[in-house]
């Protein structure tokens, strides 16, 4: 798998409004990248940071993280190109206000998926014992 991650800035005084993320903005954008790249992503993945106990946000340097996974890497490096449809680039950014308080900053990366928490286990275990 593959993703492009989607980095939201803490930034000023304006939280990020996740309900408009999710039922405005991510539907724009998929419907955009189906609509000029003629793919779309396997799955979508948001995350946000909790609050602490005094109902701050966490020292997170990000308000949110939002992932789309690709099944290959030419997907991925396709989708990064949306922003090169000037519709797509428009809509997109005028939208950015909405919910964020800044542009985020954008990576692409390929997915390392460890799930044998067990196998870590004897491992670490075993070299303990050594």
């Known amino acids: 798998m593959y993703i492009v991650a989607f980095m939201y800035p803490s930034a000023g ?17 998929v419907g ?8 779309k992503p396997e799955k979508i993945v948001v995350f946000t940071p909790i609050t602490g106990g005094d109902g ?25 190109t949306l922003f090169t449809f000037e519709e797509a680039a428009q809509r997109l950014s005028e939208d950015f206000a909405n919910y964020t308080p800044s542009a ?5 990366s390929r ?3 460890l799930s044998d928490m067990d196998g870590m286990i ?9």
């Open 122 to 130: 004897s491992d670490f275990q075993t070299s303990e014992a050594a």
């Open 32 to 39: 955009l990248t189906k609509k000029y790249l003629k793919i």
């Open 104 to 108: 985020p900053e954008v990576i692409i």
């Open 111 to 113: 997915v390392h998926e």
């Open 56 to 80: 701050e946000l966490s020292s997170s340097p990000y308000c949110a993280i939002s992932s789309c996974y690709f099944a290959s890497e030419q997907d991925a490096k396709t989708f990064a």
């Open 13 to 29: 005084e304006q939280p990020f409004d996740y309900d408009h993320f999710v039922n405005v903005h991510l539907p724009m954008g």
